[in-house]
């Protein structure tokens, strides 16, 4: 008896999970009140640094991000100046300083948003070795590169760091081919680093790209990861807002930069 009055119930319980199935359910999402967008970057190389300002969209929204021409930009004493596309810049010759803190203050609308960071030094970058790797899985037989380096910086650092190769323009994007890493491991002085997954061949070339982060980028970059990278399914991350170091309700992010760039590696 028990068995079948289960079997009832499991029964009951399907048809009535089949019939609402075939209900159509449908959900509003509210507009909201669009949000200023941050993207502000100063570093240590010349003509790198500025701060783009958009307004956020409705989600179903096809239309181009509304770009902020009219803001007043501060970053310490240092007036940054609309030029195009929402972007504002320095002047020409502006140039951060590491061991530095630096304070971003924006004026748009009658609010005011600011936020703060520190700009950490880059460690030092010694030297860079050709390495062969005999085909492997899915990576064909070629060179890779393993660089030497020395870093005794304390605490924790966070570095950004990526790598190209045959881009006569070394062409650099924070959103592209890029590795996080920390010093908690490497920091007690002399190192080596080699290339995941590059595989060069002769007369290839290669360039790499270090940058120091503080570790509201470091987490910023991180959560950006999670929320582009991987196919759709039950294990991907859930859409959620990125965090954010500005203050007064904007959504982005303020980072400080020190770069260092290797010269252009030749396979021979």
């Known amino acids: 008896m028990k068995t079948k009055y289960f079997q009832s119930l499991s029964f009951i319980a399907f048809c009535i999970l089949a019939v609402s199935c075939k209900e159509k359910t449908d959900i509003d999402i509210p507009d909201g009140d669009p949000k200023l967008v941050v993207e502000a970057e100063i570093s240590t190389e010349i003509d790198s640094s500025f701060v783009r300002l958009t307004k956020s969209a409705n989600y179903y929204s096809s239309a181009d991000y509304l770009k902020v021409k009219d803001a007043l930009v501060m970053i310490n004493s240092d007036t940054f100046f609309y030029v195009a596309e929402g972007v504002y810049k320095p002047k020409a010759t502006y140039v951060a300083i590491p061991n530095t803190t630096y304070n971003l203050k924006i004026v748009s609308e009658g609010k005011t948003y600011t936020s703060t960071s520190t700009l950490t030094p880059m460690f030092r970058v010694d030297s860079v070795q050709q390495v062969f790797k005999p085909a492997q899985g899915f990576l064909k037989d070629g060179y890779t590169l393993k660089y030497f380096a020395f870093d005794e910086r304390e605490p924790i650092k966070y570095t950004y760091f990526r790598f190209g190769k045959n881009d006569l323009q070394g062409n650099d994007s924070l959103f592209d081919a890029k590795i996080l890493f920390d010093n908690g491991v490497t920091r007690n002085g002399s190192y080596e680093f080699e290339l995941p997954f590059l595989r060069l061949?002769?007369?290839?070339?290669?360039?790499?790209?270090?940058?120091?982060?503080?570790?509201?980028?470091?987490?910023?970059?991180?959560?950006?990861?999670?929320?582009?990278?991987?196919?759709?399914?039950?294990?991907?991350?859930?859409?959620?807002?990125?965090?954010?170091?500005?203050?007064?309700?904007?959504?982005?992010?303020?980072?400080?930069?020190?770069?260092?760039?290797?010269?252009?590696?030749?396979?021979?």
Do not use: C, H, W
Request: net charge positive.
């Open 201 to 268: 061949k002769p007369n290839d070339y290669s360039y790499m790209i270090f940058r120091s982060v503080d570790k509201n980028m470091y987490e910023f970059i991180n959560a950006y990861n999670s929320q582009t990278t991987g196919a759709p399914g039950p294990f991907q991350v859930p859409p959620a807002n990125l965090p954010t170091n500005i203050v007064g309700g904007a959504l982005g992010y303020f980072a400080t930069y020190d770069v260092v760039r290797s010269k252009r590696f030749l396979i021979k």
